[in-house]
């Protein structure tokens, strides 16, 4: 599908952007967002190729993406966030890792969509606390010039489309799969719109050299 073709394009314009300003200014500058993208693109360009000649046994690989996520996104706004809510996050994290090591099959061949709804639940509140910090303290730099304004931005628009479109899931499955079919369809759009705010973010980081 065309969509299709511009997700993937749209994400590997932005892994480029990143790697590039990564070798100009290290990985460092940009909170390693490289190693996000990176991994993203190679599991987008996996998970595509298998889909092509028919082989469907990599969901599990989105399981334990998932897991990344969560981690990565922990480290990500912890270089952001004052010291307290560092820790608090970090207990947030570790509480999460612990529910789904005791409650959820991971290593199951097929995608379990509580790991996706536990990425939503994180990245809104990682997202909406920062907002909260971004606009209660002054800072010189005006919030769109702000690189992890559009990643917040992007995340929690991601997030809430993709708890709209998991939660009927496999009700619409049984009793209206056009309809699923369209918020599919719709979820590609939601992902060129958000790694299109990761673009803007990169330019940001590339012109606040922070």
């Not at 996104?73 to 612990?98: D, E, H, S, T």
Request: proline share 2%.
């Amino acid at each position: 599908m065309l969509i299709q073709i511009i997700y993937i394009s749209i994400l590997f314009i932005d892994t480029v952007k990143s790697m590039v300003l990564a070798g100009k200014k290290g990985l460092s500058s940009q909170n390693y967002f490289t190693v996000y993208l990176f991994l993203s693109l190679c599991l987008e360009l996996y998970g595509h190729y298998k889909i092509y000649i028919r082989e469907f046994n990599f969901a599990y690989l989105f399981n334990y993406y998932s897991i990344f996520l969560i981690i990565f996104f922990n480290r990500y706004y912890a270089r952001i966030f004052p010291q307290k809510l560092k820790i608090f996050f970090l207990y947030v994290m570790i509480a999460i890792l612990a529910y789904i090591a005791l409650f959820v099959k991971f290593y199951s061949e097929n995608y379990e969509n509580t790991l996706g709804i536990l990425v939503c639940f994180y990245f809104i509140i990682n997202a909406l606390v920062w907002f909260y910090i971004r606009l209660k303290n002054f800072n010189e730099i005006k919030i769109f010039n702000d690189p992890h304004f559009w990643v917040s931005c992007g995340l929690l628009f991601w997030s809430i489309f993709f708890i709209f479109r998991s939660i009927p899931m496999f009700f619409l499955q049984d009793n209206d799969p056009g309809f699923l079919q369209t918020l599919k369809t719709m979820q590609y759009c939601v992902n060129i719109i958000m790694y299109g705010m990761f673009y803007i973010a990169l330019k940001n980081f590339e012109n606040s050299g922070k």
